[in-house]
T-cell receptor, first 114, second 111 residues
Framework: GAGVSQSPSNKVTEKGKDVELRCDPI?????LYWYRQRLGQGLEFLIY????????KSGLPSDRFSAERTGESVSTLTIQRTQQEDSAVYLC????????????FGQGTRLTVV | TQLLEQSPQFLSIQEGENLTVYCNSS?????LQWYRQEPGEGPVLLVT?????EVKKLKRLTFQFGDARKDSSLHITAAQPGDTGLYLC???????????FGKGTSLLVTP
């Protein structure tokens, strides 16, 4: 595809349920990032995948959050036992290998936990 | 830990005014980028600076990277309503490391 694609664009879930968010990066981009953005706030780093290296999970806020990436393609972010404080927009970005490359963002998944 | 601190957090000005927003850190970055995010969209890259002291201009926007590569500024001349948005700086400590974002400066330019 032409850009980073995220699905679903909106998700409303009940507290305690699990959710799975999907990101399709730009083909050929080796780096993939997940960020969380609460209303009116900046980007909070969650996790970073770079090629076949071990992911940098240092931003995951709790063990309820996990992410996987298959090779250099699709990534899924899973939130288990959702809480109301998980409500936010979850943004995915991809970058191609190389120095100083641009991060291309999807439009995000707006998650609302009720 | 927030590596990059942006200030001010919010800025509301009238069309035609000038403004500067700042991005500061105690860490040295190999590169620093500025992005702008409009409501409902993902951030979009404006510029990348890589050399200490570097100045780049993009129409009415001037970006500067500090000599020590720890800070950056964005100056907008004669702001227009179309400049409204969230301005984010993002730094890379070393090539291949995660891209760290600041919390952003939310700019509102009123006619």
């Amino acid at each position: 595809g032409a850009g980073v694609s995220q699905s679903p664009s909106n998700k409303v879930t009940e507290k305690g349920k699990d959710v799975e968010l999907r990101c399709d990066p730009i083909s050929g981009h080796t780096a993939l990032y997940w960020y969380r953005q609460r209303l009116g706030q900046g980007l909070e780093f969650l996790i970073y995948f770079q090629g076949n290296s071990a992911p940098d999970k240092s931003g995951l806020p709790s063990d309820r959050f996990s992410a996987e990436r298959t090779g250099e393609s699709v990534s899924t972010l899973t939130i288990q036992r959702t809480q109301q404080e998980d409500s936010a927009v979850y943004l995915c970005a991809s970058r191609k290998q190389g120095r100083y490359t641009e991060a291309f963002f999807g439009q995000g998944t707006r998650l609302t936990v009720v | 830990t927030q590596l990059l601190e942006q200030s001010p957090q919010f800025l509301s000005i009238q069309e035609g005014e000038n403004l500067t927003v700042y991005c500061n850190s105690s860490s040295v970055f190999s590169s620093l980028q500025w992005y702008r995010q409009e409501p409902g969209e993902g951030p979009v890259l404006l510029v990348t600076v890589v050399t200490g002291g570097e100045v780049k201009k993009l129409k009415r926007l001037t970006f500067q990277f500090g000599d020590a590569r720890k800070d950056s500024s964005l100056h907008i001349t004669a702001a227009q309503p179309g400049d409204t948005g969230l301005y984010l700086c993002a730094g890379e400590l070393n090539s291949g490391y995660a891209l760290n974002f600041g919390k952003g400066t939310s700019l509102l330019v009123t006619p």
